[in-house]
């Protein structure tokens, strides 16, 4: 039974930084992970993904400012985001999903469709 649980969220000013952490349990280890987010009256949109192999997909709005790694050993997904706006205040989900062929051929929106998903943290920027 696949299982996410997130962590790290909170309230920041615009410009910190944040660490979202993913403890992943029954997650097949070459299964594809990322992150989607939701503000309030606003759709569902992916801001990254990792597959097994290290291929990672980011939205154009947090390229350059936020970075998505896994840790195997620690079945763990981690989003490190910097440089924070306030625009990026949403609740933050883990999504996982079974392997996509080609490899390679998944991006970042795709996540918000992901079959499995956590409970979400929520991260609050302000200006």
């Known amino acids: 039974q696949v299982q996410l649980v997130e962590s790290g969220g909170g309230s920041v000013q615009a410009g910190g930084s944040l660490t979202l952490s993913c403890a992943a349990s029954?997650?097949?280890?070459?299964?594809?992970m990322g992150w989607f987010r939701q503000a309030p009256g606003k759709e569902r949109e992916g801001v990254a993904l990792?597959?097994?192999?290290?291929?990672?997909s980011y939205a154009d709005s947090v390229k350059g400012r936020f970075t998505i790694s896994q840790d195997n050993a620690k079945n763990t997904l981690y989003l490190q985001m910097n440089s924070l706006k306030p625009e990026d205040t949403a609740m933050y989900y883990c999504?996982?999903?079974?392997?996509?062929?080609?490899?390679?051929?998944?991006?970042?929106?795709?996540?918000?469709?992901?079959?499995?998903r956590g409970q979400g943290t929520q991260v609050t920027v302000s200006s």
């Open positions: 999504a996982a999903d079974s392997p996509f062929h080609p490899p390679g051929t998944v991006v970042a929106d795709d996540v918000t469709d992901f079959d499995y």
């Open positions: 990792i597959e097994h192999d290290g291929y990672t």
């Open positions: 029954g997650v097949p280890y070459n299964y594809c």
